[in-house]
């Protein structure tokens, strides 16, 4: 007999995050309603939906990000490897060293390129000798795809890059302190297409080594990149699922709507 | 389905609407094409199987005028979900139809030989009764496909069934033909080629059914149907006429 082709099955990958009724709020406004998601290991998942969803509100709760507003409130549970990072005893600094996180705006700090990277690797004292910060900040560089143009001038200041280079170098600075989850924030909302082609095939290589989190306006940049698609709608969490299906066969009437261009 | 909201860019509605108009119009012209095949063989009129063979050619432009709409629907909308599976299933309809209207333009061509030669009793009005349910088939299939009306889709990919069983007593009928008289083998043989593209062209009507069952549900229906099309595993004929049974079910 011969098999059937269908018979190759999704790899299954383990849970990095696992959120469990999860509530934000800001101040009396209820931002988010009850999310349930499972976020897998060595998988790009993307959050998508309309502007003021809460896709943004979730994933800058990965991280706590969320701490720095005062009026904000996060209930629920969200456990990294099983361990909950609202608990008392999770300092949020480790855990951002953790969960790298990637802004819409390329954000270098005002300083050279090698000091953009080296940044982090200092105050989390991941390096012992100047030739270990060397090694980390040319490995980091490499996994940013910006390496080859950067080499020659690394004392350069980062803000002298272009868009999509300084994006990379971002890119780069967070993985410089070898996160297991990186979250991205509209990382390409601000590049043109080419420098979004390459941070595209730069977060397809990142896959390999972490858990992926993207919040992306495009969806059709959801669709390139994702395995796994979350939409989100007035602070729910509709439909969560492959991304395959999301964009072929949704389930939920208001993920249609709104993949498709509708009036939703 | 329920009545699908508009999309934002309203011109993106109209080129999904008009690129399934193009597919009704290509039905009807389909449509006409079976039942004016079948109406020559059996009225014996050359000229309207001349004009079936003529207006094949209006459905193969069709088709490709359906496949340009679509490869550039898709180049700049880059449709999504149900509007993916409206272009997807759209493209596959119209090269479905175009085979049905191959298979039409077959039988007119084989009309013409037909007309030369003395008529085999009986043989008629069943190829009749054959088109008529291969067109029904189909006007349901396209019917169920402008409705979305997965119920209606269902029934045809069944009803397909009928059709096989009347392909297989037609084609037990000219064999017996033929060995009763070698004389006959030569129209027989057009006939029962007839006949197959019949049967085929109720394939395809069932393949547009399914497309419509896609194109609601976003899954293609199990292969699990009825099927009666069994004189590709026959062994012929008895030498008294009588039928050799076939012990395997298809």
């Known amino acids: 007999m011969y098999d059937s082709p269908k018979s190759e099955t999704a790899v299954q990958h383990a849970i990095k995050i696992a959120a469990n009724k999860v509530q934000v709020y800001y101040g009396d406004t209820h931002a988010i309603k009850d999310v349930d998601v499972r976020i897998e290991d060595k998988t790009v998942t993307a959050f ?160 390999e080594s972490y858990s992926v989190v993207i919040v992306t306006h495009s969806m059709q940049q959801a669709a390139r990149v994702s395995q796994k698609t979350a939409f989100f709608h007035l602070g729910n969490l509709v439909e969560f699922g492959e991304t395959s299906q999301i964009f072929t066969n949704p389930k939920d009437p208001r993920t249609e709507s709104y993949i498709t261009g509708r009036i939703g | 389905m329920t009545e699908q909201k508009q999309h934002i860019a309203s011109a993106f509605d109209r080129d999904l609407e008009a690129i399934q108009a193009k597919i009704m119009k290509m039905g009807g012209l389909v449509e006409a094409a079976i039942l004016d095949a079948s109406q020559s063989l059996e009225a014996r009129d050359e000229e309207l199987a001349e004009k079936v063979r ?3 050619a209006a459905i193969d432009e069709l088709e490709e005028m359906i496949n340009e709409d679509a490869a550039r629907l898709i180049a700049l909308r880059a449709p999504t979900a149900s509007d993916l599976r409206v272009v997807l299933s759209v493209m596959k309809i119209a090269a479905n139809l175009e085979r049905i209207g191959d298979y039409a333009k ?87 080629f007839i006949a197959k593209n019949n049967e085929r062209m109720g394939d395809h009507a069932t393949s547009i059914a399914e497309q419509v069952v896609y194109l609601v549900t976003g899954e293609t229906p199990d292969e699990q149907r009825p099927k009666q099309d069994k004189t590709s595993t026959d062994l012929g004929v008895a030498p008294e006429g009588s039928y050799v049974e076939n012990s395997k079910d298809a």
Request: hydrophobic share 35%; proline share 5%.
């Open chain 1, 48 to 207: 998508i939906g309309p502007s003021g969803c809460g896709k943004s509100t979730f994933l800058r709760t990965l991280n706590r990000m969320n701490d720095t507003i005062d009026i904000c409130r996060v209930e629920g549970e969200i456990l990294l490897d099983g361990e909950n990072i609202y608990d008392k005893r999770v300092d949020p600094v480790q855990l951002r060293a953790k969960v790298g996180m990637v802004f819409q705006k390329p954000n270098p700090f005002p300083k050279s390129i090698y000091d953009n990277i080296a940044y982090g690797p200092r105050i989390h004292g991941l390096a012992k000798t100047k030739a270990d910060l060397d090694d980390i900040v040319e490995k980091s560089l490499r996994r940013g795809a910006i390496w080859n143009e950067v080499k020659d001038r690394l004392h350069a200041p980062g803000t002298g890059l272009s868009g999509g280079q300084q994006q990379r170098l971002c890119i780069a600075r967070a993985v410089a302190t070898e996160p297991e989850v990186l979250l991205m924030d509209e990382p390409c909302s601000a590049l043109d297409p080419i420098a979004t082609g390459q941070v595209e095939e730069l977060i397809d290589e990142l896959r």
């Open chain 2, 106 to 192: 077959n039988m007119a061509k084989r009309t013409g030989v037909l007309v030369q030669m003395s008529p085999i009793p009986g043989s008629h009005s069943s190829l009749r009764r054959m088109a008529r349910e291969v067109e029904r088939q189909l006007q349901d299939a396209l019917d169920a496909y402008i409705r979305r009306d997965v119920a209606l889709a269902e029934d045809v990919i069944q009803r397909d069934l009928e059709i096989d069983q009347m392909y297989n007593a037609l084609f037990r009928e000219f064999l017996t033909h033929m060995m009763e008289d070698p004389r006959n083998i030569t129209a027989c043989m057009h006939l029962h």
């Open chain 2, 54 to 56: 003529k207006g094949d």
